[in-house]
């Protein structure tokens, strides 16, 4: 069974730093490219970042590039999202989200996390 | 990348046809086959409904079904039945090589 466990959220002040986590588990997760999508409270999605399955390719938002990073490990499994200078409007509930097709861009979204919750604010 | 454009509620009756519609340009929906549809009852991640246009995933019932004519992707739900009452985004491969949702309608079975 696919597994997609966020963590790593929580309260930041704006201007700090925070960093997300994904443990995947149930699939080969070095054949998959991965994202995050993120959606504030009661509005609609927003995808943030994507990575290939590789790390060879990776792709932000402009309303993150420059301040978020992405990055895999595929030894553990683990898909992360470094988050700097957060803002007010960074709070949402973040995604994690698998590829349908292996080693294929692009595909779309099959498998996602229950969230975690990033709250900045003062 | 701003958002592909969706009607902010459609409802309809049970056992109607419903369809939402998603505007896009064509640096996203009218320049690729990579629309999809994503189905998100309230509380409930996103669950994946069409891909690439007009395709069903393994277990997402016959009920559904995605069309693209020019910059403009809809998803068609038929035999309408009240569990389909949730919030539904579809979403585009860019020129950008990004992703990019619309901005969601709120599906109501009255």
């Known amino acids: 069974e696919v597994q997609l466990v966020e963590s790593g959220g929580g309260l930041v002040q704006p201007g700090r730093s925070l960093r997300l986590s994904c443990a995947a588990s149930?699939?080969?997760?070095?054949?998959?490219?991965m994202h995050w999508v993120r959606q504030a409270p009661g509005k609609g999605l927003e995808w943030v970042s994507g990575?290939?399955?590789?790390?060879?390719?990776?792709g932000y938002a402009d309303s993150v590039k420059g301040r978020f990073t992405i990055s895999r490990d595929n030894a553990k499994n683990s898909l992360y999202l470094q988050m700097n200078s957060l803002r007010a409007e960074d709070t949402a509930l973040y995604y994690c989200?698998?590829?349908?097709?292996?080693?294929?861009?692009?595909?779309?979204?099959?498998?996602w996390g229950q969230g975690t919750l990033v709250t900045v604010s003062s | 990348q701003s958002a592909l454009t969706q009607p902010a509620s459609v409802s309809g009756s049970p056992g109607q046809s419903i369809t939402i519609s998603c505007t896009g340009t064509?640096?996203?929906?009218?320049?690729?086959?990579?629309v999809s549809w994503y189905q998100q009852h309230p509380g409930k991640a996103p669950k994946l409904m069409i891909y690439?246009?007009?395709n069903r995933p393994s277990g997402v019932s016959n009920r559904f079904s995605g069309s693209k004519s020019g910059n403009t992707a809809s998803l068609t739900i038929s035999g309408l039945q009240a569990e389909d009452e949730a919030d539904y985004y579809c979403?585009?491969?860019?020129?950008?090589?990004?992703?990019?949702f619309g901005t969601g309608t709120k599906v109501t079975v009255l």
């Open positions: 989200a698998k590829d349908h097709f292996p080693r294929a861009t692009p595909a779309p979204f099959d498998y």
């Open positions: 149930g699939f080969t997760f070095d054949d998959y490219a």
């Open positions: 990575i290939s399955w590789n790390s060879g390719s990776i």
């Open positions: 064509s640096s996203d929906v009218g320049g690729y086959n990579y």
């Open positions: 690439d246009v007009s």
């Open positions: 979403s585009s491969y860019t020129s950008s090589s990004t992703d990019v």
